[in-house]
């Protein structure tokens, strides 16, 4: 089937505002289901693209929107828990409505974004069971409503605009040390341009249904050697202290309090689990993975990071 209009949940994100470029950039007709379409206004760089205002824990709100649509992408997904946001709510209840509203709408396919390791029963925080939990819910309800559904589970995602690069670059800039929990967590950085690329590839490949794929970066790292790549690429020489288990975790008790939460318990928990790949499923997409050197250099530069905020 050719794929002409494609709604995406969470295409507002990182991950979606490179996606939708990707897709509207093709031809591919975009609508962009969110939650404060007027805080997003800058996406609709194409006539391609629209926005809408959608309630994602609605069914009846997604029925009505989804009409009409070839396919439906869920990108939505949280760090941290809130009073009103669960990680339940977030990652399972807001997937049976997805599921719900699209069939009742028709929507033969669904793309889901999960991440990797999320393990309903053994994963190591409740960010990562819940997120496996999801991704069970999209391909069991998703089958049994007749829908075709993939799902992908990446590594930590990096380029323009990522929250992780960037985020150290800027603990990087302020004064004095920098004390570095979970110094040893593993991760293998995937490249945005190739994750959305895995998204379109899919969307045109009918042997990816019912497949969940694992996506990893070419660079295996230490959060400690991330770090110190960052450094590198910025030319500061600064003192980084690589802090022991009992202060990683004294540090999320604390930084959990602190407005925009920037790291909790259950991040700690998360990054118990080396966010590594046993066998990188970009290949089998027929999809080399960009080194980190190829990409990140290009950002992090003062004048890139005042480039405009859709290109990759
Ligand atoms: N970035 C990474 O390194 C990474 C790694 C592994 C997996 N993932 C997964 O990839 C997906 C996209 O990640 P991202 O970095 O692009 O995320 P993001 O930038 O935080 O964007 C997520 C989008 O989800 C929507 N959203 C946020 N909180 C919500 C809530 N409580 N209820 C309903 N909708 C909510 C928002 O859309 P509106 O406000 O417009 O409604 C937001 O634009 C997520 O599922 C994430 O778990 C990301």
């Known amino acids: 089937m050719r794929i002409q209009r494609v709604a995406l949940l969470g295409g507002t994100g990182f991950v979606g505002r490179h996606l939708v470029n990707r897709l509207a950039g093709r031809g591919i007709s975009c609508l962009v289901l969110t939650r404060r379409p007027h805080r997003h206004r800058e996406l609709k760089t194409s006539p391609h693209v629209t926005l809408r205002q959608v309630d994602p824990y609605d069914r009846n709100s997604l029925a009505a929107a989804l009409r009409g649509c070839d396919a439906v992408i869920n990108l939505v997904g949280i760090l941290n828990a809130s009073r009103r946001h669960s990680f339940n709510r977030a990652h399972v209840q807001l997937v049976e409505a997805l599921v719900a509203g699209a069939s009742a709408a028709k929507v033969p396919r669904l793309l889901h974004m999960s991440a990797l390791h999320a393990d309903e029963i053994d994963g190591s925080s409740v960010y990562l069971r819940s997120k496996g939990m999801g991704e069970n819910v999209a391909h069991n309800l998703g089958r049994a409503a007749g829908m075709a559904v993939t799902s992908f589970r990446p590594s930590v995602i990096f380029g323009r605009d990522d929250s992780f690069i960037n985020r150290f670059a800027s603990l990087l800039k302020l004064p004095g040390p920098l004390p570095l929990a979970c110094p040893k967590a593993r991760f293998a950085p995937v490249f945005v341009g190739d994750v959305v690329a895995a998204f379109e ?90 080194p980190m050197d190829a990409v990140v250099p290009g950002y992090l530069a003062p004048r890139a990071l005042k480039g405009p905020r859709n290109q990759i």
């Open 201 to 290: 590839h899919a969307l045109q490949d009918a042997d990816t249904i019912g497949r969940r794929y694992d996506l990893c970066g070419l660079d295996e790292l230490t959060l400690a050697g991330i770090v110190a790549y960052v450094a590198g690429q910025l030319q500061r020489d600064k003192l980084i202290i690589p802090l022991p288990d009992w202060a990683s975790r004294l540090q999320a008790r604390l930084l959990q309090f602190v407005p925009g939460k920037p790291f909790t318990p259950d991040n700690y928990l998360s990054l118990q689990t080396p966010s590594v790949c046993a066998c990188n499923q970009l290949e089998e997409l027929g999809l080399d993975p960009t």
